[in-house]
């Protein structure tokens, strides 16, 4: 028998997506800084982006444009002001899965302490929970049968009688299903190491839990803070009971 042995030069393996390139825009200590203080959906301008991660506007400038050009970061102008924000969902996603695998911050300080269990228990994740608070609430919905998760095909469906409790909530499904995304998905919690909901479900159960007054932003960051009526809410209607 005949074996036949065929070499190839890795870097002539043939490839659909540069991943070196997108790896290569966050790599670099301020435009992860950048990146990360946009995951909150809220576009900043660059004076602000420039302030968070230490370093002149001439420099801040030049790696604004690398994330804008590299399809990271979309500006938005309003006169004389430059705002910049993540490009989609999509980039969020990818920044949260890379936090899974990355090794903790070293906390140097009690007040940077404090900001961390704070993100532990209850940020956003873009549009959506994430922390304690999402992942057991997603949780509470599947225990509840309101969700089912499909294994084959990793997502989240919504059963029958969770179709007639999300109605009752406040939240259109049908509007839902028509959004140029994905509809339910499990997203991995880089602090819980479980999985949280996100998708058009996860961002409008999150927009609805602001809307009635549940939770509440702490700051221009991302950490989320449940309000006195949004403790008994949570309590009442998915079971979560937090101290």
């Known amino acids: 028998m005949e074996y036949f042995v065929y070499n190839r030069n890795m870097n002539d393996t ?44 001439q420099t801040a400038s030049a790696h604004l444009a690398k994330l804008v050009d590299g399809g990271l970061l ?10 910049y924000a993540l490009s989609g969902p999509e980039v969020a996603h990818a920044l949260e899965a890379l936090a899974v695998i990355a090794p903790p911050a070293r906390v140097r300080s009690l007040r940077a302490s404090v900001i961390a269990e704070r993100l532990h228990f209850a940020r956003t994740c873009y549009d959506h929970l994430a922390g304690k608070l999402g992942v057991s609430l997603t949780q509470a919905l599947l225990d509840a049968e309101i969700l089912h998760l499909e294994e084959q095909n990793p997502c989240y469906q ?5 179709v007639a409790f999300l109605s009752d909530f406040g939240i259109s499904l049908e509007k839902l299903r028509h959004q140029r995304r994905a509809f339910a998905r499990p997203c991995l919690d880089w602090s819980e190491r479980r999985n949280h909901l996100a998708g058009a479900l996860g961002a409008a159960l999150c927009e609805r839990l602001f809307q009635l ?5 702490r700051s221009s960051e991302r950490m989320v803070q449940v309000t006195r009526h949004g403790l008994e809410g949570l309590r009442k209607t998915f079971g979560l009971q937090f101290p």
């Open 74 to 83: 979309i500006l938005q102008t309003q006169g004389r002001h430059r705002y």
């Open 14 to 57: 043939p490839k659909d997506v540069n991943i070196a390139a997108v790896a290569a825009l966050i790599s670099n200590p301020s435009r992860a800084v950048m990146l990360d203080a946009l995951l909150n959906k809220q576009a900043l301008p660059a004076g602000e982006l420039t302030y968070r991660a230490g370093i002149s506007p």
């Open 213 to 217: 007054g549940w939770l509440e932003k």
């Open 158 to 162: 919504v059963t029958e009688p969770g």
